[in-house]
């Protein structure tokens, strides 16, 4: 791997060719806010204490247009004042505090015992088989079936929702696929339409009848609105936990003295949970757009730019993390940005921590070594961080 000292950030293969973290250590070094060039450019913040105040400072730094790099690239989302992350205040702030009592402590709690369940069982059934692909067989099968639990989602729809998300998700370039992903998107938003009518019209127990009925700003959400913040949830919820399960295995398996640490109780299981988080770093940017003139880390940005924050460079600072590039699961404090910061932060990071504490807790249980027997398919995004599959056994 070579370590350029320009790269094209827009480019998805960027960091499966380059070494990002030396990459980001010499942006941080010598040029830690600097415009890249593009149609249109865009600014790149690198530095954890410049990406922790942008994601602070809601009135200078918009989401309403899109919070992801390709998407602000594009024209911007359609989802924008509408569905919870791509919302600005006042409006965020109803519809956010609509989503915190929907996620009550009793429905979180119901919904982290199914998670220990389906972890241990899974964990369980793996450790048996020899070698697998631990991406398919464990990680795909957690968070998504935690997200339908969390919206009371009829088992058997369960299937067709993951087979339309994987293809709305669907990152290839060719125009059908460009379709049918345009076309899964919808088939998604219908669906969480129909199920909220109907939990409108019968409300139950469940999160979509609470965010369905529930008033924001002296209004209910309109059913568009409901629908698009129920797809925010498997948006947000699906892909992130997935590649941080994913991480996890792959990282105990290079590290197996931390591995043992953790089994033997020498290490604590949430701060291991913390620095898989650091270490994987799921999401490795979100953007904004400037609503005003302001400086950021002594640079002069115009209002309307697009400014990136890159987490991945400030999990990696070394003015935060001793030693930034050691695994540490007793690191503590561990100040990561992984779950963002500020009004944003995400409203899932209880569901996050809870599924890598099952997953480590199950592993710890039953499995003394684990071993990567092939190659990892990395995933080819500027956006998401980390495998698409890791054949492993687990011994
Ligand atoms: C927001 C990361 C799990 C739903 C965010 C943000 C980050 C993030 C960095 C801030 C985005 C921004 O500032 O623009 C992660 C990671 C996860 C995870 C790394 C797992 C390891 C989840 C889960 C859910 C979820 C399980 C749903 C149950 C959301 C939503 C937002 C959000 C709805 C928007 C919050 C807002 O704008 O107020 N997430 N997330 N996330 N996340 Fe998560």
Redesign the pocket.
């Known amino acids: 791997m070579t370590t350029p000292t320009e790269l094209d950030l827009t480019d998805a293969t960027a960091f499966v060719r380059h070494d990002a973290y030396e990459f980001w250590r010499d942006v941080r070094k010598h040029r830690p806010v600097y415009w890249h060039e593009g149609n249109p450019g865009f600014w790149v913040v690198a530095r954890h204490a410049d990406v922790l105040s942008c994601?602070a400072d809601v009135r200078s730094l918009s989401?309403a247009r899109g919070?992801v790099l390709d998407v602000l690239l594009s024209g911007g989302d359609s989802a924008g004042g509408k569905m919870?992350?791509?919302?600005d205040r006042p409006r965020?702030r109803e519809?956010?505090n609509l989503?915190l009592r929907a996620?009550s402590p009793r429905v979180l709690g119901a919904v982290e015992e199914k998670v220990w369940e389906r972890t241990s069982r899974l964990i369980k059934t793996v450790t048996r088989q020899g070698e697998f692909d631990f991406a398919a067989e464990v990680a795909e099968h957690i968070?998504m079936n935690?997200?339908c639990d969390?919206l009371s989602i009829p088992e058997a729809d369960r299937e067709k929702l993951l087979r339309w998300n994987k293809l709305a998700l669907s990152s290839d370039d060719a125009e059908s696929d460009r379709l049918d992903s345009l076309e899964a998107r919808n088939e998604i938003i219908g669906y969480f339409m129909d199920l909220s009518r109907h939990r409108r019209g019968d409300p139950g127990d469940d999160v979509i009848s609470m965010i369905a009925t529930a008033e924001a700003g002296g209004r209910p959400l309109t059913l568009e609105e409901v629908a698009l913040?129920c797809y925010?949830?498997?948006?947000?919820?699906?892909e992130?936990?997935r590649?941080?399960a994913i991480c996890a295995v792959k990282t105990f398996a290079e590290h197996p003295a931390q591995w043992r640490a953790l089994r033997e109780g020498s290490a604590a299981i949430d701060t291991a949970v913390e620095e898989v988080?650091r270490w994987?770093?799921?999401?490795m940017h979100?953007?904004?757009t400037a609503t005003r003139d302001m400086r950021i880390g002594g640079r002069q940005v115009r209002a309307g730019d697009i400014v990136t924050?890159w987490?991945t460079s400030a999990n990696n600072d070394e003015e935060v993390f001793d030693q930034p590039r050691r695994f540490d699961p007793t690191r503590s404090p561990n100040k990561h940005?992984?779950?963002?910061?500020?009004?944003?932060?995400?409203?899932?990071?209880f569901?996050?921590?809870a599924?890598?504490r099952a997953l480590l807790s199950a592993l710890t249980e039953s499995v003394a070594e684990i071993e990567v027997c092939g190659e990892p398919a990395p995933i080819y995004s500027n956006f998401l961080n980390g495998y698409a599959s890791l054949p492993v056994a687990f011994r």
Do not use: K, Q
């Not at 994987?280 to 999401?283: G, L, S």
């Not at 940005?337 to 990071?349: D, I, K, M, N």
């Open positions: 994601y989401s919070t919870l992350a791509v919302t965020h519809m956010r989503m996620f968070p935690t997200i969390l913040n925010s949830l498997v948006l947000g919820g699906d992130s936990s590649v941080s988080l994987a770093t799921p999401a979100f953007a904004r924050l987490n940005l992984s779950f963002g910061h500020g009004p944003h932060f995400c409203v899932g990071a569901l996050g921590r599924e890598l």
